[in-house]
T-cell receptor, first 115, second 116 residues
Framework: AQKITQTQPGMFVQEKEAVTLDCTYD???????LFWYKQPSSGEMIFLIY??????QNATEGRYSLNFQKARKSANLVISASQLGDSAMYFC????????????FGKGTRLHILP | GAGVSQSPSNKVTEKGKDVELRCDPI?????LYWYRQRLGQGLEFLIY????????KSGLPSDRFSAERTGESVSTLTIQRTQQEDSAVYLC??????????????FGDGTRLSIL
């Protein structure tokens, strides 16, 4: 069974609008961490934001915020005031537990920002 | 350099040949990961190391794939008798280790492998 599900293979959004990228996860471990990465066409993997399962507040990093709904096992990425440079592939990832460092990625969402 | 270094950056080889891909993690990072990314696809987990041991080899696609890590630093991913379906970008990442669970992975630029 897939542990990380990203249901939007592609999205088109107008510049300056906010965009939400969906991510749901599956784990029975009470301790886990969720990550979002951006991969532009150059291929590099850029870390964006992290949310721990015990964090009380939603993570924010500049224009990025994570809408963490623990009961629904969802960790959607919100990008405010989108820019042309936000066009890229976005991956949600999960690390389970404190001992196991294995990190699993979703299949990604390709975001296109339109001028 | 301070980041994860992978070599070669590009490799073109004939079907049936063996290839070795190298990853130099960030100094002091005990966890090291290998992923495969086919064109336009997501990251497929292959194997990860904690120190020199590999607790999870479940992602290796076949027995043609193997990986090792020595001295808690450099890792090599070896693909024997390469097939055309092995063509992909192979990404390596490192992270500080299990007591730094909120730390992200740091990725190298990848090795683009093309099997003719």
């Amino acid at each position: 069974a897939q542990k990380i599900t990203q249901t939007q293979p592609g999205m088109f959004v107008q510049e300056k609008e906010a965009v939400t990228l969906d991510c749901t996860y599956d784990t029975s471990d009470p301790s886990y961490g969720l990550f979002w990465y951006k991969q532009p066409s150059s291929g590099e993997m850029i870390f964006l934001i992290y949310q721990g399962s015990y964090d009380q507040q939603n993570a924010t990093e500049g224009r990025y915020s994570l809408n963490f709904q623990k009961a629904r096992k969802s960790a959607n990425l919100v990008i405010s005031a989108s820019q042309l440079g936000d066009s890229a592939m976005y991956f949600c990832a999960m690390r389970e537990g404190n001992r196991d460092d294995k990190i699993i990625f979703g299949k990604g969402t390709r975001l296109h920002i339109l001028p | 350099g301070a980041g994860v270094s992978q070599s070669p950056s590009n490799k073109v080889t004939e079907k049936g040949k063996d290839v070795e891909l190298r990853c130099d993690p960030i100094s002091g990072h005990t966890a090291l990961y290998w992923y495969r990314q086919r064109l336009g696809q997501g990251l497929e987990f292959l194997i990860y190391f904690q120190g020199n041991s590999a607790p999870d080899k479940s992602g290796l696609p076949s027995d043609r794939f193997s990986a090792e890590r020595t001295g808690e630093s450099v890792s090599t991913l070896t693909i024997q008798r390469t097939q055309q379906e092995d063509s992909a970008v192979y990404l390596c990442a490192s992270s500080p280790g299990p007591r730094s669970s909120n730390q992200p992975q740091h990725f190298g630029d990848g090795t683009r492998l093309s099997i003719l």
